[in-house]
């Protein structure tokens, strides 16, 4: 009797779960529009606080202690960190390279389990594993986007690399990643 408790309570979880996921279709935007960035937060018009603060490498380095090197070439790059109401930051940069749009993220979380720090919300229809560097990964894609996240379990800290490209493929999102990303602790 018990077991089967347990497992419509499981099959109903799951149900709810799969409900949840499949109404996801549109995406969040956490970037900072039109605010005035000399402020640590923003609110906006809804009166809602704005996460993200945007700085230079030196100033994302300085608040949330991780380095978000751009691939040689990048002259657009924009940093910014992210209070998403944990105990630490989220770092981030946004830059074009390849032609493509990108953004690589990183927290810092201590742990050995990886976190979805993307703020992506979309239906994804192609999943695969990979690797970035020597990390594992899992890539995510949809018709309109993609993204690859990993932990680099050395130092602590969970990485995510997206790239708003129609048809961008998962095999694309490994290689791209794995060109941009620096690890903390170097080369192993």
Same mark, same amino acid.
């Given at each position: 009797?018990?077991?089967? /408790?347990?497992?419509?309570?499981?099959?109903?979880?799951? #149900?709810?779960?799969?409900?949840?996921?499949?109404?996801?279709?549109?995406?969040?935007? /956490?970037?900072?529009? &039109?605010?005035?960035?000399?402020?640590?937060?923003?609110?906006?018009?809804? +009166?809602?606080?704005?996460?993200?603060?945007?700085?230079?490498?030196?100033? %994302?380095?300085?608040?949330?202690? /991780?380095?978000?090197?751009?691939?040689?070439?990048?002259?657009?790059?924009?940093?910014? =960190?992210?209070?998403?109401?944990? !105990?630490?930051?989220?770092?981030?940069?946004?830059?074009?390279?390849? #032609?493509?749009?990108?953004?690589?993220?990183?927290? *810092?979380? &201590? !742990?050995?389990?990886? =976190?979805?720090? *993307?703020?992506?919300?979309?239906?994804?229809?192609?999943?695969?594993?990979?690797?970035? +560097?020597?990390?594992?990964?899992?890539?995510?894609?949809?018709? $309109?986007? +993609? =993204? %690859?996240?990993?932990?680099?379990?050395?130092?602590? /800290?969970?990485?995510?690399?997206?790239? $708003?490209?129609? +048809?961008?493929?998962?095999?694309?999102?490994?290689?791209?990643?794995?060109?941009?990303? %620096?690890?903390?602790? #170097? $080369?192993?």
């Amino acid at each position: 009797m018990k077991r089967t /408790i347990t497992v419509v309570a499981a099959a109903i979880a799951a #149900g709810a779960l799969a409900f949840a996921l499949a109404g996801c279709g549109c995406t969040v935007n /956490i970037n900072n529009t &039109g605010s005035d960035s000399s402020s640590d937060s923003t609110s906006t018009s809804e +009166g809602v606080e704005n996460p993200v603060t945007e700085s230079d490498e030196q100033g %994302v380095v300085e608040a949330t202690g /991780i380095d978000l090197p751009v691939p040689a070439g990048v002259e657009d790059a924009a940093w910014s =960190y992210i209070d998403d109401g944990s !105990d630490n930051l989220i770092a981030q940069v946004t830059f074009t390279y390849n #032609g493509k749009t990108c953004t690589m993220r990183a927290q *810092s979380t &201590g !742990d050995i389990e990886a =976190y979805d720090i *993307s703020g992506m919300y979309y239906t994804w229809t192609a999943e695969a594993a990979g690797d970035v +560097g020597n990390c594992d990964a899992a890539a995510f894609t949809c018709s $309109e986007c +993609g =993204y %690859v996240q990993w932990l680099d379990v050395v130092p602590g /800290i969970d990485y995510c690399f997206a790239v $708003e490209e129609p +048809g961008i493929t998962t095999e694309e999102l490994f290689t791209m990643a794995t060109e941009c990303f %620096v690890p903390m602790q #170097g $080369e192993a």
